[in-house]
């Protein structure tokens, strides 16, 4: 499988199956050491490297394919409880201030005295929401009228709202070799950040939009391995997790490429320095095409 990758690239795998491979952890999302510092005190003379994945959709008919695809059973509440529920969720005011209220009233009881503090609060959200159950059956009810008309009674005694329900979710496998595995599924790509020590040792992080981390991370380590490839152009590696769950590499570039979105969103930095330091690095786009901008 991994006979066509980049021995560089089967050496850091190598090293991610045998846990050697480290996080890399030069400053951190609103602390830590500023760019500038980080790359003053950077070792220059290490290995730097980029990988870009890039994921297609899964095809339709493999949704149903458990090679391809993690079925979850989920167990759902009724849709009284439900609508029970959201009715406090619209009044979360009122609804702490009751809660806190009947603490304070029913802690004390013989009752409630052996009963620690989190049960107890449990047990008064459980007794307030059921106590609510009368309007929610009727907000039920006036949506079943309104969508089923005539029917609804059928149809409400057919689906019982007063049932807990059966949920099916269905979550893409991503089985690509270590370290591309940790993949946040909210992204189509992400981009990762290495370097490899003078003892062999590699270290990465990995950016991307799904989180404010991630946002962070590749604001980050994107200016930052900008500022060094433009003292020494630093390799991109690019692949792709194809539509059928196969990573396959797809070319090496001897500078860095950087996909552009969320450079400077998490990562704070004066967006004039910022188009400073990547004048001269490539621009990514989502499947591969690259522009220099």
């Not at 009044?91 to 009947?102: G, K, Q």
């Not at 609804?152 to 979550?171: A, M, N």
Request: with cysteine; glycine share 2%.
């Amino acid at each position: 499988m991994f006979k066509n990758y980049p021995d560089i690239i089967r050496a850091l795998i190598s090293e991610a199956e045998t846990d050697r491979l480290k996080y890399l952890d030069l400053s951190s999302f609103m602390t830590g050491p500023s760019l500038r510092e980080v790359y003053e005190k950077i070792d220059k003379t290490m290995k730097f490297f980029s990988v870009y994945v890039y994921m297609e959709r899964l095809e339709n008919d493999l949704w149903d394919d458990d090679r391809y695809v993690e079925k979850e059973k989920v167990i759902l509440c009724s849709r009284v409880e439900e609508e029970a529920r959201k009715y406090w969720w619209n009044r979360s005011m009122e609804h702490l201030r009751l809660i806190d209220e009947r603490m304070e009233s029913l802690k004390n009881e013989p009752e409630y005295k052996d009963i620690k503090e989190n049960d107890l609060k449990d047990k008064i959200i459980e007794d307030m929401t059921k106590e609510v159950y009368p309007i929610a059956i009727e907000r039920i009810k006036e949506e079943y009228q309104e969508f089923y008309e005539d029917k609804w009674e059928e149809y409400w005694k057919k689906e019982d709202p007063f049932k807990d329900r059966v949920e099916y979710r269905y979550h893409r496998r991503y089985e690509m070799p270590l370290p591309f595995n940790h993949w946040d599924s909210r992204n189509s790509w992400q981009q990762y950040y290495f370097y490899k020590d003078h003892d062999g040792r590699f270290y990465y992080t990995q950016g991307g939009s799904g989180s404010s981390g991630q946002r962070y991370n590749h604001g980050f380590y994107g200016h930052l391995f900008a500022l060094l490839n433009n003292e020494k152009p630093m390799p991109t590696y690019f692949f792709t997790y194809n539509s059928r769950n196969r990573f396959i590499f797809n070319r090496e570039e001897k500078s860095l490429h950087l996909h552009f979105f969320d450079l400077i969103s998490n990562f704070q930095i004066d967006w004039k320095e910022s188009e400073r330091i990547l004048k001269d690095i490539v621009k990514i786009r989502d499947k591969f095409q690259s522009v220099i901008i």
